[in-house]
């Protein structure tokens, strides 16, 4: 059974950095792609970063390009989302997404597996 658990959510202050992980259990390997999303209250969910092929292509929303940096660690089948300078429409439920089915890289009905999430809240 594929298993997804996030963790490294908080509170910071804005300007602030925290690092996401999402541990993968359940996988031979790391999946061909693995995105983050997040949903903040009374919003839908929306796609952040996506990694494919082993973080050698990724893709950013442009609301995060030049402060969140998505990687891959293989041996560890772990997914990380480095987030700087965060501000506080950063604040949300994130979530990753795992083995890509086709369509929108940020699309929430094209991937297979999701995690529970792990809170970031970015005060003023």
């Known amino acids: 059974q594929v298993q997804l658990v996030e963790s490294g959510g908080g509170s910071v202050q804005a300007g602030g950095s925290l690092r996401l992980s999402c541990a993968a259990s359940?996988?031979?390997?790391?999946?061909?792609?693995m995105a983050w999303f997040r949903q903040a209250p009374g919003k839908e969910r929306e796609g952040v970063a996506a990694?494919?092929?082993?973080?050698?292509?990724?893709y950013y929303a442009d609301s995060v390009k030049g402060r969140f940096t998505i990687s891959q660690e293989n041996a560890k089948n772990t997914a990380y989302l480095q987030m700087n300078s965060l501000k506080p429409e950063d604040t949300a439920m994130y979530y990753c997404?795992?083995?890509?089915?086709?369509?929108?890289?940020?699309?929430?009905?094209?991937?297979?597996?999701w995690g529970q999430g792990t809170q970031v809240t970015v005060s003023s």
């Open positions: 990694a494919c092929s082993r973080g050698s292509r990724t």
């Open positions: 997404a795992a083995t890509f089915l086709g369509g929108s890289m940020f699309g929430r009905d094209d991937y297979k597996y």
């Open positions: 359940g996988y031979t390997y790391i999946s061909n792609c």
